[in-house]
């Protein structure tokens, strides 16, 4: 039998920001006692937590991401064990292992600081190289357990998402997906942004 | 080659809100051509839209949705023709239709008034002895092409709330899913909050 992972950080008030961005405010604002109901009012980015970018976040297109066909957000994913790189480069190795149209994860074990504060100071990057190879690959779209690819000014970002390769970022427990023919699915919101906050699951 | 097929309502400022709820704001505050990035802000409750009622929204639970199993939100979906009925009561030909566990669709059609003012006024109810029935079952989960399975004082909702069924509303399309065999994926974001904006996919 199939086993469902989640890969997903949870959302709350005191979740880590990329510095700079707004913070992520959930407030309940009607309470069982008092009006017979719950009810939370949400402030947020789209990205805030595990998120996706579409090409829309870093290019002049305008194509909101509630615009893509849904088959663009699962299918075969592989998980690269890029465990202690700090830059992440192209392998030989990889040309037998990615396909086109997988979804690409890298598993980097920096979930682990997701709420200290070298999570946005230091975490590990990949390389023009690498980023050219997925392109060559045309593979679907790319996941880390890091707050990004890259830093500023985002050459990675823009040269995956001007090719059509989403980003997401800021996932978790790719660590039990190693090793496993793994099934993805990133559906986000069908939202008029660039962006969205995401629920990601894995079937293995 | 199994199909994808989206049951869920696009989210922008003009979707149409529960009477008396918060409207939903989408707002972009950083745009491509002058900070080199797109942003939005959204503010908004998690009842707008295609989204997921848990037992916290209307019982004395206090277990907020990113707290529960991820099998709960995907599964085999049924999905029932009831086309036409104001009141949706029991048939007997559900007894061998729905197994325990099963995702239950109710196809009504009134997705099709979504941005017409009878949506919140006029949709069809399900009974108590239908209520009753999806409980003896032991549904997974129930979804509806309307607001609501109920109106005020939501007797219907509380019923399958207490009894850990939960309750996807807004959904739309359910036409395309009758007499197919279907899997749902409808997982909620990981958020520490009563319910989930949703999108909502099925695999045919």
Do not use: W
Request: proline letters at 4%; glycine letters at 2%; a negative charge.
């Amino acid at each position: 039998m199939s086993n469902l992972i989640d890969l997903t950080h949870v959302m709350e008030n005191e979740m880590p920001i990329f510095p700079g961005d707004d913070n992520f405010i959930l407030k309940q604002d009607k309470f069982f006692d008092e009006n017979k109901y719950n009810n939370f009012m949400l402030k947020t980015s789209m990205h805030v937590g595990t998120h996706l970018d579409s090409p829309m976040h870093m290019t002049k297109s305008t194509m909101t991401i509630d615009q893509y066909s849904i088959d663009k957000f699962c299918g075969k994913a592989i998980v690269l064990n890029v465990l202690g790189e700090d830059i992440i480069d192209y392998k030989e190795e990889y040309e037998k292992m990615i396909k086109n149209n997988d979804i690409v994860l890298f598993y980097t074990g920096f979930d682990k600081y997701f709420k200290a504060k070298e999570y946005f100071l230091k975490y590990p990057v990949i390389t023009t190289n690498l980023a050219e190879f997925l392109i060559s690959k045309n593979v679907k779209l790319v996941g880390f357990d890091t707050p990004s690819p890259d830093y500023y000014p985002f050459s990675i970002h823009k040269m995956l998402l001007s090719n059509n390769i989403f980003i997401i970022e800021n996932l978790c427990n790719l660590n039990l997906l190693l090793n496993k023919t793994c099934e993805v699915f990133c559906f986000p919101l069908k939202i008029k942004a660039d962006a969205s906050l995401l629920r990601v699951v894995a079937k293995c």
